[in-house]
């Protein structure tokens, strides 16, 4: 696989051209998806006490979010491939939108679980989607930081969705209706111009982009084209369905350490405010609260492209994966023990700061294992194990703080399970992320 340095000035150009077009659309959507994911973990603040939502209760919605998108995420995947990326991605935007929006209708707990499945399910394959989308238009080494440019979004997001969200909860009573209500239909309705937008906006493959002159279409599909046919020469794959090959070893280990991951993103984007307030004072203002859940997220957003291009440029996700696993963890560990309030703050701070740059590198990781044609069915049963950890630890959290009544024994949960993740690294070949890829080798299954 060549490094972005070994392309020629005129490729260079080409992908530069490419980005400029793609990824600031791409991050747009994905900070819209964010901030719709996550608003709940703010209209909870006010929600919880109108509608008689406990933390178990909450925990619950957020766990039948992640199960029903978990279920959808292979098939919507499969359909991107099959009606292109702009209409599906498109489709996945104006259903997840008027989903969220309908949130605001909520009567009780029933109908909160039953108005995040309808969210879940409208949802599912966004970020996978987009993640194969990517795959169309950059070589391998340019793609942990094509992936960065939109990955970023979720530190945006809880971030600047933090300071929104404790605004628009300060609207409780407007016309009559109350803020968490506002929030959720405020928040959901840009989803829908989006993928309107989407539509006309989006190019399914570079043979497609009429913005592209005949070479510079070449050009892209060229270098990808080479790519692959050096991996398939180079690398020996595992044979057989894809179905099989998304259960291999590699693929096994890797989405089990993704599943810590994700249910350490989930946890801090969902239960942040609850806990901020909870380690500073249950009485300051929202607006407050929003910015200090925004602070571990507006650090991150310079890590994550920092991070991304130092592996791409040493071409190692290794190290670069497991070593900010662990610290991220040891961070929730802080925040749950440490005697101050700063002290845990910091550990909040950490826990996001080291985790969230090694978002994206994962992302690369299946195509380091497995053949092209197995790439968009080992990414979605990636983040669908991911998915899977989304459901469990927001719930976990709920039901351990109803019954401890503090979220230190959660924060200690989430913290030790990234660790697990960091460990279950260890168990991958080294090689196999490491270089150019020429040298890596997937031992065949026995027969």
């Known amino acids: 696989m060549a490094d972005p340095a070994d392309f020629t000035p005129e490729e260079q150009a080409v992908f530069g051209k490419v980005s400029k077009r793609v990824l600031w659309f791409i991050l747009l959507l994905a900070i819209v998806n964010y901030l719709d994911r996550t ?17 178990t209760v909450f925990g619950t919605a957020l766990t039948v979010f992640s199960i029903v998108y978990a279920a959808f995420e292979i098939p919507s995947n499969l359909a991107l491939q099959k009606f292109g990326a702009r209409v599906w991605l498109a489709r996945i935007m104006i259903t997840w939108g008027l989903a969220s929006a309908a949130c605001s209708l909520a009567a009780g707990p029933a109908s909160l679980v039953t108005l995040r499945g ?24 340019y793609r942990a930081r094509a992936q960065a440019g939109f990955m970023i979004a979720q530190p945006i997001a809880i971030a600047g969705g933090s300071i929104l969200s404790g605004a628009i909860l300060s609207m409780d009573g407007f016309f009559g209706v109350s803020g968490w ?13 989006l993928g309107v937008w989407a539509l006309f906006y989006l190019t399914d493959k570079p043979a497609m982009a009429l913005w592209l002159s005949p070479r510079e279409r070449e050009i892209v599909d060229g270098a990808i084209r080479r790519e692959s046919e050096t991996r398939e020469k180079t690398v020996a794959f595992r044979t057989g369905s894809v179905f ?18 994700i249910g350490n993103f989930s946890s801090g984007g969902y239960w942040t405010p609850q806990i901020v307030r909870a380690i500073s004072s249950p009485t300051q203002p929202y607006w407050v609260t929003g910015l200090l859940s925004s602070g571990p997220y507006l650090l991150a957003i310079a890590a994550i492209p920092l991070w991304s291009a130092f592996s791409d440029r040493v071409k190692e996700r290794y190290w670069n994966v497991i070593v ?14 440490a005697p101050s309030a700063p002290m845990q703050y910091a550990g909040l701070v950490a826990a996001q700061l080291f985790t969230l740059p090694v978002w ?22 990636m983040n669908t194990v991911g998915m899977v950890g989304a459901s469990v630890a927001p719930l976990l959290i709920g039901v351990l703080r109803d019954s401890t009544g503090g979220f230190t024994a959660p924060m200690v949960m989430v913290g030790a399970s990234v660790v697990c993740g960091a460990a279950v690294m260890l168990l991958l070949p080294r090689h196999l992320f490491v270089g150019s890829g020429d040298d890596a080798r997937v031992a ?3 027969a």
């Open 360 to 381: 994206s590198l994962f992302f690369t990781m299946p195509s380091s294992v497995l053949p092209r044609n197995a790439h968009a069915a080992g990414i979605a049963f």
């Open 118 to 141: 309808l969210v879940g399910a409208a949802e599912a394959g966004f970020i996978p989607g987009l993640v194969l989308y990517l795959t169309y238009w950059y070589p391998q080494y």
């Open 444 to 446: 065949a299954p026995a």
């Open 181 to 193: 209500r506002w929030l959720f239909l405020i928040e959901g309705i840009p989803a829908v111009l």
């Open 324 to 337: 900010p696993m662990a610290i991220g963890g040891g961070g929730w560990i802080v925040a749950a023990l």
């Open 39 to 55: 608003n709940i973990g703010f209209a909870q603040l006010t929600m919880g006490k109108e509608l008689g939502v406990s933390a």
């Open 244 to 261: 099989s090959m998304m259960f291999c070893r590699e693929m096994l280990l890797i989405s089990a350490a993704y599943f810590t991951l």
